[in-house]
Structure formats: structure tokens, C-alpha cells
């Protein structure tokens, strides 16, 4: 913890929150672990392959236009000298623990908002502007001493909301300060399409209803704002930003599910299946962590698009095929696989590219209603013992037959909303 003098004078600016972003996070660690990549254009991918996009891409690609999400094929048009590096999961949760760690140091994390996103709540005279503002550079310190090509962004403000604004409009390794005395005039310089919470589809239907600019929406009325938003989300964001600092609430979760781009040795119709089991089965070992019970599930197949036949011709790509169903409350593997297998007997006969799987319409623990069948509670303790000697002894140790022979596909990878553990690999 860095030395914290009492400010002099006390009626110095108050910030509560200090959020960090850490930046092109994926690509810094690949460069740390290589030095041969460093000042280069570098693109994570999930395999290597044109058929897939960057999960993520160093500063030195985004110059180029290149950015999370962007086709490998679009990719390499940009940044023909782009460097294509397969992820590794794995290392970056090993960075992950290693940075937490020596934040630690420096102010207790309070919130990990993903891998790469943290925040902590200032205490005492940890919250005068200037401590603050010791508190974000001792930070920026610490990550470099884990790794010299490891940044961040630093925001610190009256809220999280607000705090992490401010981290986002000084990138890469900025440190921006929204005080109460700042609002509202510093956020009127900024797009609606900064503001968190703000997509593509809400800025439409904002600017249907003539609100072009945060300066618009900051005069709007709470009545207003949740009516644009539909929700009381709206008026929850008019209180945000205007600096108050309550908790969100209680997040109600109403889907689990898992995807995966396929390579190219399991694109079959046949092994497509198979990956589509193991996903099944990550994710229903996931709704069983999360206390709850599925009342539907869900299948999605992408097809590789077809070459021409003839010069000149477009390319043709297949539809992508959906099906869902309803199914009585039950979160035991067996149970859903069989599910799975009566969805998945009209997917058409396409090359695939892409599949996932998700369970639908969750319910918690203590409202679920107990089956009538003996076999649903059997079947429920064998998936409950399955998952203990998983927990115990690493991910796949003990697996359903179905599964046998795909223990490298569908690897486990990091989603926006969990970070798997170490056992996980």
C-alpha cells in the first residue's frame, strides 16, 4: 500500500471507486511470453483459421482497424502482416490470479468484473482525490512488475458506473478522474455509444426518439429514461450518472450455454455432435452450480460457406439452423443429452462451422418442483457425484460415454462473465 498523507486541504475532490481495465489484455500476455511478437500486430484467435474472428488484438493491430470480433479474413485485408497466435485460456487465467495478487497490494479488489476488468471501492482517505490518484499509478506499477508489456486503465469516480468511463476514454494505460464537481459538463464531450450500457440497438431507439447526444439524454427526466429504455434500467442510469453510488441489483440469471468454432478435423455432422455433447455437458455442469434448473434447452449450428462453383459466382453460406424445446425442470447430464439427441436429428446435412448450446427458462433452487420419478433423482446424484470427482480431481476426469474421444475438443475458453478456474484446463 503506498503512503497516503492527509490531503491539506479537506475540501479536496471525493472519489469512491477506482476501476481498472486492463488493455489488448489477451495480446499483452502473448507478447510478455513472447518477445518476438512485441511491436507487432497481433491477433488472438480462438484456433488458426480464416473461418473464425479475433477474440481479442494487440494496439499495434487496432491501428490497422483491427479489433475484437473482426473476421480473420477481413483481419488480414486490414493488416496483411497481421500475426495470427492461437489463445491460451489457460495462461491467461494464471495471469489473471498473479495480477489480482499484486493489486492486492496496492487497495483490496472489491468487484472482478471479468478477466480483465476490476474494481475497488475506496475507503477513508483512500478517496481524496489525490490519495486516489497515487492508489490508480501504484497499480499501473504493480502490473509491470508481473510484466513489462501489461497496462491498464484507470478510472476513478463517485460510482463504478462512472469510474468505468473514465477508464475508457484514456486508452491504452490512461488515468482519468470524474469528480462530482466535474458532472455533468465532462461527460456532454462524449458519444452515447460510450456511455456503458448503450449497444448499437439502444442508440437507435434513442436516436428514434431525437437523442443524438449525452447532453439530450443527461436532461431527460427519470420518468423519461425509463420509458426509453423500457425497464427501470433507465432510471437507474439517470441516478448513475449523476454520481450516486448504490448496488446493482441482484443479478437474475435466465440463460446458461456455451459455443464453440469448430477445426477443421470436427467438421462433420457426426463429430459436430460430439462437441456439441461436451458443450452440453460443460454447461449443464455449470446450471448445477448455479442451484438451478432448466425448463428448456436449445441447439445452434453455423455452416462453412461454399466456394463458387464458377469463376465470378458469390460465395454461398448455408442458414444457420436453430431448434429449441421446452423440457420438464431437470439439470442431470443424461436427462438433457437426451434431449439434446431428439433436437438435434433434424440439423441439416451442411458442412458445419460452429455450434452451441444453451438451457433456457432457469429456475432457482427453491422454487423448482420435485419430480415423480425415481429415475430424474437417480440420475440427478450420479450428475451431482460426477461433478465432485470432476471438482477434485481436474475437468473430464469421469465423463458419459458419449463423450469418450474428445477430451482436446471444444477446450475450455473464457467467456465474458466467468473466469474458469485453473482445474478447468
Known amino acids: 500500500?503506498?503512503?497516503?498523507?492527509?490531503?491539506?486541504?479537506?475540501?479536496?475532490?471525493?472519489?469512491?471507486?477506482?476501476?481498472?481495465?486492463?488493455?489488448?489484455?489477451?495480446?499483452?500476455?502473448?507478447?510478455?511470453?513472447?518477445?518476438?511478437?512485441?511491436?507487432?500486430?497481433?491477433?488472438?484467435?480462438?484456433?488458426?483459421?480464416?473461418?473464425?474472428?479475433?477474440?481479442?488484438?494487440?494496439?499495434?493491430?487496432?491501428?490497422?482497424?483491427?479489433?475484437?470480433?473482426?473476421?480473420?479474413?477481413?483481419?488480414?485485408?486490414?493488416c496483411p502482416h497481421l500475426v495470427l497466435v492461437e489463445a491460451r485460456p489457460k495462461l491467461y487465467v494464471e495471469y489473471h490470479h498473479s495480477i489480482i495478487e499484486a493489486v492486492e497490494k496496492c487497495v483490496p479488489i472489491s468487484h472482478v468484473m471479468s478477466i480483465d476488468e476490476m474494481a475497488c471501492r475506496l475507503m477513508g482517505r483512500e478517496r481524496f482525490l489525490p490519495n486516489a490518484t497515487t492508489i490508480g499509478y501504484s497499480v499501473k506499477e504493480a502490473l509491470?512488475?508481473?510484466?513489462?508489456?501489461?497496462?491498464?486503465?484507470?478510472?476513478?469516480?463517485?460510482?463504478?458506473?462512472?469510474?468505468?468511463?473514465a477508464a475508457d476514454i484514456c486508452k491504452?494505460?490512461?488515468?482519468?478522474?470524474?469528480?462530482?464537481?466535474?458532472?455533468?459538463e465532462a461527460l456532454f464531450c462524449l458519444k452515447l455509444s460510450d456511455l456503458v450500457g448503450i449497444g448499437t440497438a439502444m442508440e437507435q431507439r434513442l436516436s428514434r426518439q431525437g437523442i443524438v447526444t449525452v447532453k439530450q439524454l443527461?436532461?431527460?427526466?427519470?420518468?423519461?429514461?425509463?420509458?426509453?429504455?423500457?425497464?427501470v434500467v433507465g432510471e437507474r442510469l439517470w441516478h448513475?450518472?449523476?454520481?450516486?453510488?448504490?448496488?446493482?441489483?441482484?443479478?437474475?440469471?435466465?440463460?446458461?450455454?456455451?459455443?464453440?468454432?469448430?477445426?477443421?478435423?470436427?467438421?462433420?455432422?457426426?463429430?459436430?455432435?460430439?462437441?456439441?455433447?461436451?458443450?452440453?455437458?460443460?454447461?449443464a455442469t455449470n446450471l448445477r452450480k448455479f442451484n438451478m434448473w432448466a425448463g428448456g434447452i436449445g441447439v445452434i449450428v453455423h455452416f462453412l460457406k461454399k466456394r463458387p462453383a464458377r469463376s465470378g459466382?458469390?460465395?454461398?453460406?448455408?442458414?444457420?439452423?436453430?431448434?429449441?424445446?421446452?423440457?420438464?425442470?431437470?439439470?442431470?447430464?443424461?436427462?438433457?443429452?437426451?434431449?439434446?439427441?431428439?433436437?438435434?436429428?433434424d440439423c441439416p446435412p451442411h458442412e458445419p462451422l460452429q455450434v452451441g448450446v444453451w438451457l433456457f427458462n432457469l429456475v432457482p433452487d427453491d422454487v423448482h418442483s420435485l419430480s415423480?420419478?425415481?429415475?430424474?433423482?437417480?440420475?440427478?446424484?450420479?450428475?451431482?457425484?460426477?461433478?465432485?470427482?470432476?471438482?477434485?480431481?481436474?475437468?473430464?476426469?469421469?465423463?458419459?460415454?458419449?463423450?469418450?474421444?474428445?477430451?482436446?475438443?471444444a477446450p475450455t475458453r473464457i467467456s465474458f462473465t466467468s473466469i474458469p478456474k485453473l482445474l478447468d484446463f
Not at 491504452?172 to 455533468?184: F, H, I, K, Q
Open 1 to 78: 500500500m503506498p503512503a497516503l498523507p492527509f490531503p491539506a486541504d479537506p475540501s479536496a475532490p471525493i472519489v469512491e471507486w477506482l476501476f481498472f481495465d486492463l488493455n489488448a489484455y489477451f495480446a499483452s500476455v502473448e507478447q510478455q511470453e513472447r518477445p518476438e511478437l512485441r511491436g507487432r500486430p497481433v491477433g488472438i484467435v480462438p484456433l488458426i483459421t480464416d473461418h473464425t474472428v479475433c477474440i481479442a488484438a494487440s494496439y499495434e493491430a487496432k491501428a490497422y482497424g483491427v479489433k475484437t470480433g473482426t473476421a480473420v479474413e477481413d483481419a488480414k485485408l486490414l
Open 144 to 165: 509491470r512488475s508481473i510484466g513489462i508489456t501489461l497496462r491498464c486503465s484507470v478510472g476513478l469516480a463517485p460510482n463504478r458506473y462512472l469510474s468505468k468511463i
Open 172 to 184: 491504452p494505460d490512461g488515468l482519468v478522474a470524474l469528480t462530482s464537481r466535474d458532472l455533468p
Open 218 to 231: 443527461w436532461n431527460l427526466s427519470p420518468e423519461q429514461m425509463r420509458e426509453a429504455w423500457h425497464s
Open 240 to 283: 448513475w450518472l449523476r454520481g450516486a453510488d448504490f448496488h446493482d441489483p441482484e443479478f437474475k440469471r435466465k440463460s446458461v450455454g456455451k459455443q464453440h468454432v469448430l477445426a477443421p478435423e470436427y467438421r462433420t455432422r457426426e463429430k459436430a455432435y460430439g462437441v456439441a455433447l461436451k458443450l452440453l455437458s460443460i454447461t
Open 313 to 345: 459466382d458469390d460465395w454461398t453460406e448455408p442458414p444457420s439452423w436453430k431448434a429449441q424445446k421446452r423440457v420438464y425442470e431437470c439439470r442431470d447430464t443424461m436427462t438433457l443429452q437426451s434431449h439434446f439427441t431428439q433436437l438435434w436429428h
Open 372 to 409: 415423480l420419478f425415481e429415475n430424474d433423482e437417480t440420475r440427478h446424484r450420479v450428475s451431482i457425484v460426477m461433478d465432485e470427482l470432476n471438482r477434485r480431481f481436474g475437468q473430464h476426469t469421469i465423463y458419459l460415454g458419449g463423450l469418450h474421444g474428445l477430451r482436446n475438443a
